[in-house]
């Protein structure tokens, strides 16, 4: 009983980290059609900001939710004005240039942070269950990513941002023909996404030390998921993120966590020959 | 291209044969080892990328696969020249096999490029967890991260107890990139490189006129993880020791940074991007001011913004209209194409 109790918090907490590790590249990718693949820097970046910031007496709390989205989106606003608008509609070159802009990230970080590994401690306690012990941030973890995805549904559903957002997505010359203007959207849009991506750089940056390579333990995987998720944003974020979590979880408790790592990977290899198009390009056809 | 067969082969064997010549003097031949190595990597992603249209992103699976694949053979066997052909053999048949996976599923671009670049990270993981006594092939143990030392290097056919190193090594590398230049020139110029090269442009046109265009795309993927296996077994005998790292992604991202500036759609081009930027590798290496990651990062950047065409074609285009000639060179527009692909 006890123990079942463990693996449903685990998987959960498996699923729940996907989707956080993905939320940021799914709003960039699915519906800017921008492959970042700085988007684990963007992470790392984040979980640095947060660090900088306790260490500077903030709040531990208010340094991840407020102050790591906000940094990262910042740097993400710079590097849209710099390289990324000149390069919308290439996807190739995109790949490619964001490819670059991870290494300088890299190699900036490690400059000013040096190589070596630092981190903080999780803010919340562990408790026990039974025989075994619980660290008390899955929890943490697992709520957030709820909240991020009811949120990331209000926005793009319920407000008037999220709908001319959605408008300049699907066609921009009819946005820019109503008066607004898409070059200022893509930038926002690609802001929220930055901002996203820092903000599950700083929520798991208590578990996780951290080093300036780190983003590079995110990066394959928020990618599998939002191209296995097909392109439906919300839903095939949840979709993917929880039949690899459940995947790796189960293949983890079964034999080893190794295993479990290479079966998701093998999982997205199947997943993408079965459906090229992604999940939602099969199922849940034309929902958020 | 406007010189007749014979004449590009002549025109190639004598540069060559003066580079072979004078770089040694220049650099020293256990650097030039890794560049020409290096190289021949380069080649293998420019055939399939520049002129196959396929984006592979874990062309440094298959180097690495011919590393280890070397490594353990040679290990078994004690002797060079079996190890040396089945370090070309298991990465064209390992790639034909996820090649014919792909492309009879008829998955393109970004899928393409994940797909493959989720095979790249499977191999790192699994030979990063070898470490344990269990892992064993034959008398080879994989090792884990600190892969595996000690094997047979590169010997006279039949004689293994008189190794090929040093100076003699370069040359052997240095005429093997020529033959592979030459063989890839040859495959280019035939109706399966013409062809090939259709399937580039227009993958649907190719398919109605009756080519069987998945059959062909996987022949094009195993001749390319062909040549990235015999690099990767050059590498292994030139470093003596072959480590998980050889599957990295980083490794991965140099390939294409070297194809993109050294030129796509050039045989040329991704040679002299990989040796050159190889060597500006090792010059910032003897530097610790700006971080070396850094700088590899900002020419990608710069070249995918500014000169998307690469070193090559830049450079050739400048000749031309310099002496005003009118030769026709593969356009901005086909390159393009080709990325998109």
Redesign the interface.
Known sequence: MDLSFVILIEMLYAVASLVLISAGLAVVFGMMKV?NLAHGEFMMMGGYATITAVSLGVNVFVAMLVIAPLVVGLIGLIVERL?IR??YG????T???T??????????A??IFGNTTTGISTPIPGFAVGGYQINGYNFFIIIVSIVLVIAMYAVLRGTRAGLIARGTMQRSDMAAALGYSPDRIYMMTFFCGSALSGLAGAVLAPLVGLVPTSG?AYI?KA??TV?AGGPSLIAGLVSSATSFGLVSQIFTFAISP?IG??AL??A??IL??MM?QGITGRFFKGKM | MGRSASQDVLITLVVSAVLIWVMPLLISTYTLTVLVIYGMLGLSLGLIWGFGGILCFGQAAFFGLGAYTYAIAAINIGESTVPMILAVLVPAVFAALLGAMMFYGRLTDVYLGVITLVVTLILFKFMNSTAGPQYVIGKARLGGFNGIPGFQTLNVPGDPDTYIWGDPYFYVCAIALVIVFLLVTWLLRSSFGRIAVGIRENEVRMGLMGYDVAARKTVLFATGAAIAGLAGAMFANWGEIVTPTLFSLGQSAEIIIWCIVGGLGTRLGPIVGAAGLAYLKFMLGQQSMVDNTLITGLILVLFVLFLPRGLVPAIASLLSSIFGRTKRRPNARRTRRARHG
Do not use: K, N
């Open positions: 492959i390289v000149h390069l290439r996807l190739v070159d790949m490619l240039a490819w670059g802009l991870s290494l300088v990230f890299i190699g900036l490690t400059m590079g394959a990618f599998i191209i190794v790592e290479v990977l093998i997205a290899v993408l020959r090229p």
